[in-house]
């Protein structure tokens, strides 16, 4: 039985590279795209301090000349205050979320971390900007410059502390869902087999397999013994 030469196939040639991807970004880049996405949204906290300070409901004081009392104690307006500033960040959350999508479409970890610190950093720079924005906080100097039994504005204040929360959450899942389903897509990886087969001298033939339902043959007889002549 002759011995045939074993084959073994050559390995795939590897994919070749898309000449429209994107470039992918080094440590350095994503650091600087991180540190501009963070500074650009910790700055338009000035916005929310302007919008809070222009539309949050306003809470009324009245002095009677020795205290100051709430001139309507059914007002919602302390409430309307946080829900306000509440609505204000959300919308602010889903803007910056798009924006900082156009401006990096990979995303990238460091976009996602800027993103969360700075609108972190711009809720707080609203909440204290907009109080200051607001009514004034020395309420004996306002009482005495609006008069015995006229009502003034009370300043801002904000009692739910967990409404600086809305603007990061809110933006860094915005952006996650935008990545997610309009980022761009890994090439799919199609491996290219060289063309034709190898000669079929090199795949060796199998014997063929013994049928074990097969009789095997009947062996030979031994020959029988001859009788001895008879004498004369």
């Known amino acids: 039985m002759g011995v045939t030469e074993a084959f073994s196939p ?7 590279e898309d000449p429209d991807a994107p470039p992918t970004p080094t440590l350095a880049e994503d650091l600087k795209s991180g540190a501009a996405v963070m500074l650009a949204v910790a700055l338009s906290g000035a916005l929310l301090a302007v919008l809070w300070a222009w539309l949050a409901p306003r809470v009324q004081y ?5 205290a100051v009392f709430l001139g309507n104690t059914e007002n919602e307006g302390r409430i309307g205050s946080d829900g306000t500033f509440l609505l204000i960040a ?7 979320a798009g924006l900082a ?15 969360g610190l700075g609108a972190l950093l711009a809720s707080v720079l609203g909440w204290r900007l907009g109080i200051h924005l607001g009514p004034s906080r020395d ?94």
């Open 139 to 232: 309420v004996v100097a306002a009482a005495k410059a609006a008069g015995k039994g006229v009502p003034f504005d009370a300043p801002l204040q904000l009692l739910a502390h967990g409404v600086l929360l809305v603007w990061p959450v809110v933006a860094v899942a915005a952006h996650l869902g935008l990545v997610g389903l309009f980022g761009p897509r890994d090439p799919e990886v199609t491996p290219e087999w060289p063309e034709g087969y190898p000669p079929p001298y090199a795949h060796p033939q199998p014997a063929p397999a013994a049928n074990p339902d097969q009789a095997a043959p009947p062996a030979a007889a031994p020959p029988a013994d001859t009788p001895p002549a008879p004498h004369p």
């Open 101 to 115: 999508f156009l401006y990096r479409r990979n995303g990238g970890p460091a976009v996602v971390i800027g993103l």
């Open 90 to 96: 959300l919308g602010l959350g889903l803007v910056s």
């Open 10 to 16: 050559p390995p795939p040639a590897p994919a070749p």
């Open 62 to 66: 009245v002095s009677d000349g020795t």
